[in-house]
C-alpha cells in the first residue's frame, strides 16, 4: 500500500461546502467550510484490496415528459391541508432539469480522484447503485450511457419549447412550481420565489435543454437496477397505458373531480400495489409528444449489465465482477409488481448464496440499490412467487464470512451501519451514499484494506466539481448550471426544518470515515 493523500483538493477531507447566511425567504448561498477529518485512524500499513468509485442515484430526469406526477407534488408541502398525512411526496423538484449538467460535473470529479486518498492506490472501477433515470424511460437511460462512455447529451424531449412544468408558457399558471424566468404579465410569483426568496434566472429553462457533452467516466463502470430506472416515478410498474401517456401529447395537471390529496397513498406507495390516480375527468394540457420517451423493457437495463460483466457473472439484472483484489455482488433488489421500497425473489437469494459460496476465500462487498432497512416491500400479486425481506437477506450475509460491506443508496442520504454475526465476533459494514439530485450532490470513495487481523473499509466524501457557489454565472457553462443545481437541493423548502439537511448529510461517523471488522481470512 502507498500511504499519503490521493488527489489534493478532490475531497471533503480539504474543504467542505454549507449554506450561508439566510437571506430574504431563507434562501441562502452556498459558503466553502473547514476540511472534515477522518473519524478513525487511518490505514498506515497493509495490502489495499480495491478501490471504488461509489455514486448512487443520479436521477436523470426527462423533465419533459408528460408521464411524471409533478401535480401530485405540492399536495404534502408545508401549509398543505393534507400534508402531515401525505410528507415529502417526491415528483418534482426545483432543480429537476439540471440532472444531467450534475452528472457530468459528478464525473469531471470522478476524473480528479486520480488515486485513493488514504492509499494511494488508483481507483479500479465507478460504481453506480441504482436510479440512474427517474422515469425508468429509454431516453433517459441513453443518456446515462452516453454520459459515462463519453458523448453528448441533450436533455430535452419533444418537439418546440419546453413543456416543464416550470417554463414560461407551459399551460396554466402552477404557482406552486418555481418559474425561473418569472410569471407572466399580471400573475404574482410563484410560491418558492414568493416565500422561499427563489432566485428568478432569465434563460434557465432553455439553457437547461442545450446539448452538453460528458468526457465519460474514465474506468470501468458497473450499474446496480434500482427502483427508478424500472418503475414509472419509481413506484408503478410500466404498463401500455402508462407507455402511451408517456409518448403522448397531454400532460396530468391536478386531481379530477371528486378525488382527495389522500389518492397521493396510493400513486406514491412504499409497497405495492401502486398506480397512478389519474382518471379520464383528470385536467390536462397539450404537450409535444416523442416516441423516444417510450418506457424501459425487461431487457433495456440488460444492455448496461451486458457492456461490463461476463455472461457467467450474471443472473437477470444481478451480476458478479472482479474489482480490484474484491469480488462486488450486486442485487437487483427492485419489486417489479410495484412500490418503491425493495425486496429479492427466492431465485435471486439463492443465486446469491452460490456466488458468496464459490467465494467464500475471497473479500466481497455487496451492493445494491436498496439498503437493508428498505427491503420490506412483499407484496406479490395473485399468483406470483414471494419475496424475501431483510432478515433474510442480511442473515444469509452474515452466514458468509467473505462479505465485508454492503454499499447501497435509494435513501438519499449517507449512513453507516453495523451489522454483527450471531456466531463470531466478526460481520458486515453497511454503507449508503447520498444521491445527486437531493442535497449534499455528494459521492464517495471507498478503499479497502488488508490490515494485521483487521479489514479497514475506508470511506471519503466527493463534492461534484462545480463551482462552491452558484453566483449568476453564464447559463452556456453546465458547470454553472449544476452549481445552481446543487444551491436548489441546498434551499429546498422541504428541507428547511431542524435537522432535514443534516439527515442527509449524516454525522462524521457516516462521512469521512475508517470501518474496521476482524479479518475473515485473518
Request: hydrophobic letters at 40%; proline letters at 9%; a negative charge.
Amino acid at each position: 500500500m502507498t500511504a499519503g493523500p490521493g488527489t489534493p483538493g478532490a475531497t471533503t477531507t480539504e474543504r467542505t461546502l454549507l449554506p450561508g447566511p439566510a437571506g430574504e425567504g431563507g434562501w441562502a448561498e452556498l459558503v466553502e467550510g473547514p476540511g472534515e477529518a477522518h473519524v478513525g485512524a487511518v490505514p498506515a500499513q497493509g495490502t489495499t484490496l480495491g478501490c471504488l468509485l461509489h455514486l448512487s442515484d443520479l436521477h436523470l430526469c426527462d423533465a419533459e415528459s408528460p408521464a411524471r406526477q409533478e401535480y401530485l407534488d405540492h399536495l404534502g408541502d408545508p401549509g398543505e391541508p393534507y400534508a402531515d398525512r401525505l410528507g415529502v411526496i417526491g415528483t418534482y423538484r426545483p432543480q429537476e432539469i439540471l440532472t444531467v449538467q450534475v452528472a457530468v460535473s459528478a464525473l469531471a470529479a470522478v476524473r480528479r480522484v486520480v488515486r485513493g486518498p488514504l492509499t494511494g492506490t488508483e481507483p479500479h472501477a465507478v460504481l453506480l447503485t441504482g436510479d440512474v433515470t427517474d422515469n425508468a424511460q429509454r431516453n433517459e437511460l441513453a443518456w446515462y450511457a452516453a454520459l459515462m462512455a463519453g458523448g453528448r447529451v441533450a436533455p430535452r424531449s419533444g418537439e418546440g419549447a419546453s413543456s416543464w412544468v416550470g417554463a414560461p408558457g407551459a399551460g396554466d399558471w402552477w404557482p406552486h412550481f418555481w418559474h425561473p424566468d418569472g410569471p407572466p404579465s399580471g400573475q404574482r410569483p410563484d410560491l418558492p420565489t414568493l416565500r422561499y426568496g427563489y432566485p428568478r434566472v432569465p434563460g434557465l429553462t432553455e439553457a437547461a435543454r442545450e446539448p452538453v457533452a460528458s468526457r465519460g467516466a474514465g474506468l470501468p463502470w458497473l450499474t446496480v437496477h434500482g427502483n427508478h430506472d424500472a418503475l414509472l416515478q419509481g413506484t408503478v410498474a410500466p404498463t401500455g397505458e402508462l407507455e402511451a401517456l408517456a409518448t403522448g401529447g397531454r400532460r396530468v395537471v391536478d386531481l379530477a373531480p371528486g378525488q382527495t390529496p389522500l389518492v397521493v397513498l396510493e400513486g406514491a406507495a412504499a409497497h405495492g400495489p401502486a398506480r397512478y390516480t389519474h382518471t379520464e375527468a383528470s385536467p390536462g394540457v397539450a404537450v409535444a409528444p416523442d416516441a423516444g420517451r417510450a418506457l424501459v423493457g425487461p431487457t433495456d437495463f440488460l444492455g448496461l449489465v451486458d457492456r461490463t460483466v461476463p455472461a457467467d457473472s450474471r443472473s437477470g439484472r444481478a451480476w458478479a465482477a472482479d474489482v480490484g483484489e474484491l469480488r462486488v455482488v450486486a442485487l437487483d433488489t427492485v419489486n417489479p409488481h410495484g412500490g418503491w421500497q425493495g425486496s429479492l425473489d427466492e431465485a435471486q437469494l439463492a443465486w446469491l448464496d452460490d456466488e458468496l459460496t464459490r467465494a467464500a476465500d475471497r473479500y466481497v462487498l455487496v451492493a445494491s440499490h436498496h439498503p437493508s432497512w428498505a427491503l420490506t416491500n412483499g407484496y406479490v400479486p395473485p399468483g406470483a412467487l414471494p419475496r424475501r425481506l431483510a432478515d433474510d437477506v442480511v442473515a444469509l450475509l452474515l452466514r458468509h464470512r467473505c462479505v465485508v460491506a454492503w454499499l447501497s443508496g435509494h435513501v438519499h442520504r449517507h449512513t453507516t451501519q453495523w451489522h454483527q454475526a450471531p456466531d463470531r465476533p466478526g460481520g458486515l459494514w453497511e454503507v449508503t451514499t447520498a444521491s445527486l439530485v437531493d442535497w449534499p450532490q455528494q459521492w464517495r470513495v471507498v478503499e479497502v484494506v488488508r490490515e494485521r487481523g483487521t479489514v479497514a473499509v475506508a470511506c471519503t466524501v466527493v463534492d461534484h466539481a462545480a463551482s462552491p457557489a452558484w453566483d449568476g454565472g453564464r447559463l452556456d457553462d453546465p458547470a454553472v448550471l449544476a452549481g445552481l443545481s446543487r444551491t436548489l437541493a441546498a434551499n429546498d423548502y422541504r428541507t428547511r426544518v431542524p435537522g432535514a439537511r443534516a439527515h442527509l448529510t449524516g454525522g462524521p461517523a457516516d462521512r469521512n470515515v475508517v470501518l474496521r471488522l476482524p479479518d475473515p481470512h485473518g
